[in-house]
């Protein structure tokens, strides 16, 4: 198959030729027509399968041959984090010259009104700001044709949840709802059909949200090697240290479910001669910006983040994750992971875990079916205990 096939606009086919994309992906080739056709869809794919695309692709193309003398926005993106969001703009931008701009909470919000004030037809952004931006009559919802909701089951957590609803009431009555995550409960398919429902007063099979879903390729089994590293709560960090040192990860994402603890393995990393930057909900938005791209451009081999960036971070080229706690949800630990072994690469999993969270990472293990593999620092080596007890 190739792009050409879904009636996708030859200027973004040729882009796309330049970042050498030729062959859509099975959730874009599955995803893209139901969209072109404007109809309400959820798709549920694994990470790294393309699902910015999947719904990119079809939008753009209809916005470039249709005339919008108005200069409306006409393409709203919620995105649950300002990594994602800024993300998918930059996607937007490698594609198309489509006028789009990012509006999310933390930046002056007297700049993106400006931003506004040269008319984008796509807007990007939090659910928060872009409904305090409607509140405000500086962005109008009036024209907007498709919704899309990226990683919907987390824009619809309880705390995104209201700002989410909230937004969905306030636009037309034929508006087109794409929805897209890695994971897709029963309670995000729910909230958004009854919203989808409520804007034109009543449940009518146009109404209707398909959900699609594709055939698990098994990432998380068949590309992702997990380990587990033994370490007691105080030596975490020393192990983390010893890790990087024995292994030297190309690149290395590692994650804390503590926002206390960020700045704690940063700084001790970096007295050590590492070199790494870190991510959280105090940082600046500025500064969040600069460590992507630091990490991003390989300047800086480490960063360390809370679960923020687990959700929809495309980074290329992260060979390694470290998860330096087992987190509470399954698909927590699912989204860290996939952060790795993204567009056909494979990638390594690491839970350097207390005796606690090594015997709940065994019942995971079990529940979804993985293959772990215990490891150890030994003499500034990463070793198979069985190997060591061998000699």
Not at 179 to 197: C, E, F, P
Request: aromatic share 4%.
């Amino acid at each position: 198959m190739n792009f050409s096939e879904f009636n996708i606009d030859p200027k973004l086919i040729e882009k796309l030729n330049e970042l050498s994309i030729t062959e859509p992906t099975a959730v874009q080739a599955k995803s893209m027509p139901l969209i072109a056709e404007n109809k309400n869809i959820m798709f549920q794919s694994e990470t790294g399968t393309g699902k910015t695309f999947a719904y990119l692709l079809p939008l753009l193309t209809r916005l470039m041959a249709t005339e919008n003398p108005g200069r409306n926005v006409r393409l709203m993106i919620v995105s649950p984090t300002y990594e994602l969001a800024s993300q998918i703009k930059g996607q937007v931008q490698a594609i198309s010259d489509i006028k789009c701009c990012l509006l999310i909470g933390g930046a002056p919000i007297a700049r993106q009104i400006d931003m506004l004030k040269e008319k984008p037809e796509v807007v990007i952004g939090g659910p928060a700001r872009l409904l305090e931006l409607i509140h405000l009559k500086k962005l109008k919802a009036d024209a907007i044709e498709t919704l899309v909701l990226d990683e919907a089951d987390r824009l619809l957590s309880k705390e995104l949840r209201d700002d989410t609803e909230g937004l969905l009431e306030r636009l037309p009555v034929k508006v087109q709802l794409v929805g897209n995550s890695a994971t897709v409960s029963d309670y995000t398919r729910t909230i958004l059909q009854k919203a989808r429902d409520g804007l034109s007063k009543g449940s009518t099979e146009e109404n209707r949200i398909q959900l699609i879903t594709l055939p698990m390729e098994d990432v998380l089994r068949k590309r992702i090697t997990h380990w587990a590293i033994f370490a007691e709560r105080r030596d975490k960090i020393d192990t983390l240290r010893s890790f990087i040192n024995a292994v030297k990860p190309e690149k290395l994402l590692v994650f804390t479910g503590r926002n206390d603890q960020i700045e704690n393995i940063t700084s001790k990393l970096q007295y050590k001669n590492i070199e790494c930057a870190s991510l959280s909900s105090k940082t600046d938005k500025k500064d969040r910006k600069a460590a992507i791209d630091r990490f991003r451009s390989g300047k800086i081999k480490v960063l360390i983040t809370t679960d923020l960036a687990s959700r929809g971070l495309d980074i290329p080229g992260i060979t390694h994750v470290v998860q330096m706690d087992l987190p509470d949800r399954e698909d927590f630990f699912i989204h860290r992971s996939g952060r790795t072994a993204r567009a056909g690469n494979t990638g390594i999993n690491c839970v350097i875990g207390d005796v606690f969270e090594m015997q709940n990472y065994a019942k995971l293990e079990k529940k979804l079916k993985l293959k772990v593999y215990p490891k150890m620092l030994y003499k500034g080596e990463l070793l198979d205990p069985n190997d060591l007890i061998e000699e």
